[in-house]
């Protein structure tokens, strides 16, 4: 199964500890290929050649959707942004797979804070926000075998991550607890928890709520 993560040459960190927690919290970690889903190498591999966003957060904005690509438009793939910790076993989170959807997300409904998140970028607002960050790919699916280069390299970005891509009945639903916004959500217990304004890696962020899980897998 592999499991692709954003990856940040300036954060290289925040990466490591998501993948350490991704393995130290699962009971078959030799199932598992985590890869970096590092921009320039896509763009050496001609796969990616879109101009730099300077409203993307990350470099790994909308590589994302290479990722059915990346898995040869084949079997179920498990995309994430670097700025999660795994507190469960994956497996469980595999387990909820469905055939019938294109992809599978935590449908989030929230307001974010106002201001600025992450390295002094604005924090915006758009319809279905953060519902990318976390993506089970149905990659054989017709809609997912649709992202092809040229699609993910020139569609406009709002429909890429609000899933214009597929029909709304392809779009399955995950738990909440797989995409615990840390600063939103009251969960006692979250299976994943989602550095989504900035974490501990960055300054001011020191005192956080799961900072110290943070610093476990570090």
Not at 77 to 84: E, G, H, P, R
Not at 106 to 127: A, D, I
Request: net charge negative; charged share 25%.
């Amino acid at each position: 199964m592999n499991i692709y993560v954003g990856y940040d040459p300036k954060y290289s960190k925040v990466f490591e500890a998501c993948t350490n927690s991704i393995f130290r919290n699962t009971d078959s970690p030799s199932f598992y290929t985590v890869t970096p889903l590092d921009q320039q190498k896509l763009r050496d591999s001609k796969v990616y050649w879109r101009e730099e966003d300077d409203r993307a957060s990350t470099p790994f904005s909308l590589t994302r959707f290479l990722v059915p690509l990346l898995n040869g438009y084949s079997g179920w793939a498990l995309y994430c942004d670097s700025d999660f910790i795994f507190l469960d076993d994956v497996s469980n989170l595999l387990a909820l797979k469905d055939d019938s959807k294109a992809v599978m997300v935590v449908q989030h409904n929230y307001e974010p804070k106002p201001g600025f998140k992450m390295n002094r970028k604005v924090n915006h607002t758009y319809r279905r926000k953060n519902w990318s960050s976390l993506m089970l790919f149905n990659c054989s699916h017709i809609a997912c075998k649709g992202l092809i280069p040229e699609i993910v390299n020139g569609l406009d970005p709002a429909d890429l991550h609000q899933l214009a891509w597929c029909d709304e009945h392809e779009i399955g639903k995950l738990p909440t607890k797989w995409n615990h916004l840390v600063g939103y959500y009251d969960d006692p217990s979250p299976s994943a928890i989602h550095f989504t304004d900035g974490g501990p890696w960055l300054l001011g962020y020191d005192n956080e709520p799961f900072a110290e899980i943070w610093n476990d897998y570090v």
